[in-house]
């Protein structure tokens, strides 16, 4: 009779640990497939954000290469520009190699007009292409420049010039890095500013605060209107 209780006792305290590691493998089970469902739910919000904000930047993009521009003078560039900065965006001259502004600059930023102050290449396509010039594989955008055929040495060369206002900028070769676009646009410091990325930042919103003034005073509903 003793031996039937303690097998009967241990059956039973087999049968409660067993319920215990069931129930707690349940709970662990449910515990970690919440935090996949709210990892998930993360990821794709975030997914999300990146997104509106790529978007955004691209509106933000597509707005400035497409504002009006007024033609500058000949005696306001001059005005405006350095001797060697006129001779190259108006005259298509070149600035010596490894003796000028950006060829060897390393900041993260903005490369800009000049003379229109139109965004134009990025740090992040920057490369070094050991000619002594700023060089990229890519425009910034699209819209950024255009090119044409010139035979200033005698031979077809393609030249890069601002798509807004027609500065001169330099020429676009066909070896660049391989396994990005092929291209190397070989640009003069001369006919590029420079903004870090803080300070695009800083004018990204200013101009953000200047649209959001202006469509507001768009909307705003004149007297006439107002007394109909």
């Known amino acids: 009779m003793k031996s039937f209780h303690a097998v009967r006792s241990a059956y039973t305290l087999v049968c409660i640990t067993l319920t215990a590691v069931f129930l707690l493998g349940v709970t662990w089970l449910q515990a970690h497939a919440d935090d996949r469902a709210n990892g998930a739910g993360n990821s794709a919000t975030a997914k999300a954000a990146s997104d509106a904000a790529a978007s955004a930047e691209g509106q933000s993009d597509d707005e400035e290469y497409s504002q009006p521009y007024q033609p500058k003078s000949k005696t306001q560039l001059r005005r405006e520009l350095t001797s060697i900065q006129y001779r190259v965006t108006q005259n298509e001259e070149t600035e010596p190699a490894f003796r000028n502004a950006f060829w060897n600059n390393k900041?993260?930023?903005?490369?800009?007009?000049?003379?229109?102050?139109?965004?134009?290449?990025?740090?992040?396509?920057?490369?070094?292409?050991?000619?002594?010039?700023?060089?990229?594989?890519?425009?910034?955008?699209?819209?950024?420049?255009?090119?044409?055929?010139?035979?200033?040495?005698?031979?077809?060369?393609?030249?890069?010039?601002?798509?807004?206002?027609?500065?001169?900028?330099?020429?676009?070769?066909?070896?660049?890095?391989?396994?990005?676009?092929?291209?190397?646009?070989?640009?003069?410091?001369?006919?590029?500013?420079?903004?870090?990325?803080?300070?695009e930042e800083v004018l990204a919103a200013k101009r953000a605060a200047e649209k959001k003034s202006d469509d507001a005073i768009k909307s705003k509903p004149t007297d006439a209107a107002s007394k109909d």
Request: hydrophobic share 30%; with cysteine.
């Open 107 to 199: 900041r993260e930023g903005v490369y800009r007009c000049v003379v229109c102050d139109l965004p134009l290449f990025e740090s992040g396509t920057k490369y070094k292409s050991g000619t002594g010039w700023p060089s990229f594989w890519a425009p910034k955008n699209p819209k950024a420049v255009a090119t044409r055929t010139d035979y200033v040495l005698f031979y077809p060369r393609t030249e890069v010039h601002c798509s807004r206002c027609g500065a001169h900028l330099g020429h676009v070769f066909d070896d660049g890095p391989a396994d990005k676009t092929g291209k190397r646009y070989c640009m003069n410091s001369a006919s590029l500013s420079f903004n870090t990325t803080e300070e």
